[in-house]
């Protein structure tokens, strides 16, 4: 008994030595200090989000950078011009009733700033079709030194700035996209700096009331299989949500905007809708607090119906989390080539881009049929290598 006494006391440090041990301990303060947030925007935040997150509707990614918005004209004959762009935004900005669908649409700068064919601004077009305008915010992709030839996300400097900007324009939400390459790894270094970079993102946006698109897609390119897929993108979520909590982002007023898990576009075994399904709820259940409103998907690739049936498929019984869409070649690629750059087509290209915005809808809410799609909208649009 005594000697258990001794051996016991011996091991406990004296109260002044735990104190020095434990820097977390009220008797000491930390030389950091917490920050709890309570910003100027934290309800407007969380409104935002929950509304962008409503039942039967999602995101369109219209955002395409001006080099990328001139490849896709490219593909139907037209220079890459300021007035071809705006033609083509505005045909797809003003589809009548759009915003039953549709609950933000993300515009890259250009577009923020820039007025309709017939002179009205596009954001002022958007807000009375019921659609919040959000901006993308991030620089690009450039090579990471040291990495396995990856790429990091830039835009950091001056963010705060811009966003402040953005708001005062009507954006009300941002997105930011890191891209993460299986075949090239990904290496640690490449995960975390796509990780820090979406949380340092995610706080400035915040604190100049936007709701931040938290986007770590993780490249379809590869001939990997699901299971590959899936453990990448456990890791990578892991890490976004450390960096995210570390820069006190709140949780309720972001968005994800995730890849599905899907084996990679090169791998010989195709995945069913229902084992995509499976596999990317498993990774949500595992990786996003349910206090996050809304699961965005991106297509990053998948024909227009692969992507609503994928879609689909996860909302077949309740979600914690509104899963629904943010896509944009799944919701424009048949749109763009019915309008051909014709002026006589616009309605017919508004048809089209409604279609796929009622069976996205439809899919958010677990109803999609998938009845009388055209073969166009089964062709798969994977680009290898391909920069957005
Ligand atoms: P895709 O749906 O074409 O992958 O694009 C979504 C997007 O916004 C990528 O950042």
Redesign the pocket.
Known sequence: MASATLLKSSFLPKKSEWLNTRPLSSAQPMAVSFTVRAGAYTDELVKTAKTIASPGRGIL?M?ESNATCGKRLASIGLENTEANRQAYRTLLVTAPGLGQYISGA?LFEETLYQSTTDGKKMVDVLVGQNIMPGIKVDKGLVPLAGSNDESWCQGLDGLASRCAAYYQQGARFA?W?AVVSIPNGPSALAVKEAAWGLARYAAIAQDNGLVPIV?P?ILLDGDHGIERSFEVSQKVWAEVFFYMAENNVMYEGILL?PSMVTPGAECKERATPEQVAEYTLKLLHRRIPPSVPGIMF????QSEVEATLNLNAMNQSPNPWHVSF?????LQNTCLKTWGGRPENVKAAQDALLVRAKANSLAQLGKYIGEGESAEAKEGMYVKNYS?
Do not use: T, V
Request: hydrophobic share 30%; aromatic share 12%.
């Open positions: 990614a955002d993300i997105k996209r986007e897609e905007k991106l297509s990053g690739g943010s896509y944009a070649r799944a957005y």
